[in-house]
């Protein structure tokens, strides 16, 4: 990936996004994608894991997933910008978030930029969006789950939403993502709304 640039590349709102290991990297991509049509600034941080995953799931490498964000930051930089709470973000996706990663950010013993950076959005009240990628789901996760809900974090598994009746895996991904962006105040204009029940 591109080298760590701690610059403000501009005056524009930002989002930073984490992309961590499980299965579902096409959220995080998507994510990025949706940001820029919105015209907000990204800070990209990545695991190992995350790189491996993208390598497996899509055709796209680390300088591809680099291209959409606006700053990547190494993920063992913890002096980045997005480390500190004076650096002001409109908060944080990690899509997908693995249960390593959220039990880390559960816990506030952080090992790397992803997970400090998510400590940080916590802690200065900022919204923080896990996009929980596990199932089935054991008394231990919901139970990480339930804490990190107490502490102001939204669990948003990425759910497909049948309403909106998806007529490709990438609808259904981007449903998820849309949904996820909500949170954080953004309306992406790929996000299908429910308008009622249809008439017969």
Known sequence: MADDVNLT???RPRVVVGISGASGVICGVRA?????ELGVETH???TRAALLTLSQETELSADDLSARADVTHRLADVGASIASGSFRTLGMIV????V?????IAT???SSLLTRAADVTLKERRPL?????????HLGHLRTMTALA?????IAPPMPAFYARPGSLEEMVDQSVGRALDALGLDWSATRRWSGVRPE
């Open 44 to 46: 990209l941080v990545a």
């Open 129 to 137: 969006v896990l996009m929980v990628r596990e199932t089935p789901l």
């Open 95 to 98: 899509a997908p978030c693995s």
């Open 32 to 36: 990025l994608d949706a940001l820029r």
């Open 150 to 154: 107490e502490m102001g974090a939204v």
């Open 9 to 11: 590349v501009s005056d």
């Open 108 to 110: 506030g013993v952080t």
């Open 100 to 104: 390593r990663t959220m039990s880390e």
